[in-house]
């Protein structure tokens, strides 16, 4: 079985010019995103390019401390990008994240010049910060979350700066989701340059996108993608034009890009879903269908004020000092008013009755 490294390693001697653009290299421009690259690149879409092995030189010439590599598939994924043919000298543009606490956004994006007049923007899903994992959370009963908005904003300015340029627009998990809102919602004068859309397991949404004139329009240009045990991609309403990726891992893990299958340019597919993905989605529905978006965002303030109450700023920190988190969020939950600690039992509550019920058990 193959995967992203294996088909840099068969294909990366091929340049765009004569190989033209796949479902996997969206893919690996969407897990790129992750990368921290500021600095090395501009942040506005009409600053000067960098190629892309000028930038992953500078990019490994910084201490590994500063690197921020929360998964070092992304530093292997750019390493392997850099020695390439076909990455190499890509120009690279528009690195922006944005962490934003008081608004409750992390976003991310970074854009590719391609040859024929193309360009391919790229927009970073969740990281491992609260924020981003808080504005997840959001997007149950909220739309649109500031980062959809950001999303929209960014798309608009690279249209903007390479006006003669036919676009490309993906991302991984939650990228794809600002893919697909920021091209849908684009407008008339970009929307029609927008050769494709590529939404790499992203989830859905909460309001009226996917029956707008606007995503209809687009419908045919937006390709989804999913791991056999996906369950981030059928949350909230999503289309069922996708289709279903092998994977190496298992159950929730398949969510990981770097475990699809890849074979030739494109992904290895399979026409059925895992019994466990269909479960988990069920139980999802049945959840969401039980509980008021009023409901949803009460529950989410109260769980992520007591999360952050661990004075971790990250889910990798707050598990890695588990013992002293615990404590911090069990006195955060003992000085919730009652009513709140209320709302966070039977909420959980109604996560399991759904769970319970979808397999086929009886609920108390």
């Known amino acids: ?44 879409p009409r600053g000067e390019p960098v190629r892309l092995c000028e930038v992953a030189k500078a990019y490994f ?22 020695a390439s043919a076909r990455f190499s000298n890509l120009r690279v543009f528009g690195a922006k994240k944005i962490l934003d606490r008081a608004d409750g956004m992390q976003f991310g994006a970074v854009s590719f010049l391609l040859p024929g007049q193309n360009v391919f923007v790229a927009f970073e899903g969740t990281d491992d910060t609260l924020v981003g994992w808080r504005e997840d959370f959001r ?15 960014y798309l608009r300015e690279v249209a903007a700066a390479y ?39 992203g989830p859905g949404f909460c309001d009226s996108t996917l029956a707008s004139a606007a995503y209809l329009e687009l419908r045919d240009r937006i390709y989804t993608y999913l791991p056999q045990s996906s369950i981030v991609a059928v949350l909230l309403e999503h289309d069922t034009n996708y289709k279903i990726v092998e994977s190496t891992n298992k159950g929730l893990l398949q969510h990981d890009g770097y475990s699809w299958q890849v074979e030739g340019p494109d992904f290895v597919y399979t026409k059925e879903r895992t019994a ?28 992520f004020g007591i999360l952050e109450a661990s004075e971790h700023d990250t889910v990798s920190g707050l598990i890695s000092g588990k013992r002293q988190s615990l404590k911090s969020m069990m006195s955060a939950y003992a000085d919730l008013p009652e009513e709140v600690r209320t709302l966070l039992v039977e909420t959980l509550g109604v996560l399991g009755d759904s769970h319970r019920a979808v397999n086929g058990k009886k609920t108390s």
Request: glycine fraction near 6%; aromatic fraction near 10%.
């Open 1 to 44: 079985m193959s995967n992203l490294f294996d088909y840099l390693t068969w294909r990366g001697d091929l340049t765009f010019g004569n190989a033209s653009l796949t479902p996997v290299d969206a893919l690996i421009f969407s897990m790129l995103a992750y990368s921290d690259l500021g600095g090395l690149v501009p942040s506005s």
């Open 61 to 82: 010439a910084r201490p590994s401390v500063e690197r921020k590599a929360v998964d070092l598939n992304h530093e292997r994924l750019l390493r392997a990008l850099a």
């Open 139 to 153: 997007m149950s009963y909220e739309c649109p979350v500031p980062a959809q908005l950001t999303a929209v904003e």
């Open 163 to 201: 006006p003669l340029r036919r676009i490309f627009v993906g991302g991984h998990s939650k990228g794809g989701n600002l893919a697909m809102f920021s091209a849908v919602h684009s407008g008339d004068h970009i929307r029609y340059r927008i050769r494709a859309v590529y939404n790499n397991d």
């Open 276 to 303: 466990f993905g269909k479960r988990t989605e069920a139980v999802i529905e049945r959840f969401v269908s039980a509980t008021s978006p009023e409901r949803r965002r009460r529950f989410c303030e109260a769980l």
